[in-house]
Nanobody, 128 residues
Framework: QVQLVESGGGLVQAGGSLRLSCAAS????????MGWFRQAPGKEREFVAA????????SYQDSVKGRFTISKYNAEGTVYLQMNSLKPEDTAVYYC?????????????????????WGRGTQVTVSS
C-alpha cells in the first residue's frame, strides 16, 4: 500500500505561483513513478504532469508546458509541482498519483487508470 498526502494548495491571483507537495509513505518511494492530475467542477479528471521514478524523465499536458515543473526527491519521499504564471483556468482540485512497477525511466501515461494509488487532493483557486 501507498499513502499519498497533498499540500500547498490555496488561493492565488492570476500570474502568481504555488508549489504543491505530495508526501508518500508505505512503499519504497524511490521506485514509484508519480503524476499530478486535476479536476475542475463539472469536468473530468485530467492529466497535468508525470515523472519517472528516477526523476530523469518527465511529461506535461500542453497547456502547462513552460509554466509547471514536476520534480521528485527520493530522499524526502516527496514529489512537487511548481506552478508559475497561474491562470484562472488552472483552478481545480489537484491530485497526486503513484504508479508501481515502472522501469527506471518510464513516465506513466496520461490516463487515470495508468496509476495505482491516489491522494485526496488539494484545492487550487486562481482569481482573475
Amino acid at each position: 500500500q501507498v499513502q499519498l498526502v497533498e499540500s500547498g494548495g490555496g488561493l492565488v491571483q492570476a500570474g502568481g505561483s504555488l508549489r504543491l507537495s505530495c508526501a508518500a509513505s508505505g512503499r519504497t518511494f524511490s521506485r514509484l513513478a508519480m503524476g499530478w492530475f486535476r479536476q475542475a467542477p463539472g469536468k473530468e479528471r485530467e492529466f497535468v504532469a508525470a515523472i519517472s521514478w528516477s526523476g530523469d524523465s518527465t511529461s506535461y499536458q500542453d497547456s502547462v508546458k513552460g509554466r509547471f515543473t514536476i520534480s521528485k526527491y527520493n530522499a524526502e519521499g516527496t514529489v512537487y509541482l511548481q506552478m508559475n504564471s497561474l491562470k484562472p483556468e488552472d483552478t481545480a482540485v489537484y491530485y497526486c498519483a503513484a504508479k508501481t512497477g515502472a522501469t527506471r525511466t518510464q513516465v506513466p501515461g496520461p490516463r487515470p487508470y495508468d496509476y495505482d494509488y491516489w491522494g485526496r487532493g488539494t484545492q487550487v483557486t486562481v482569481s482573475s
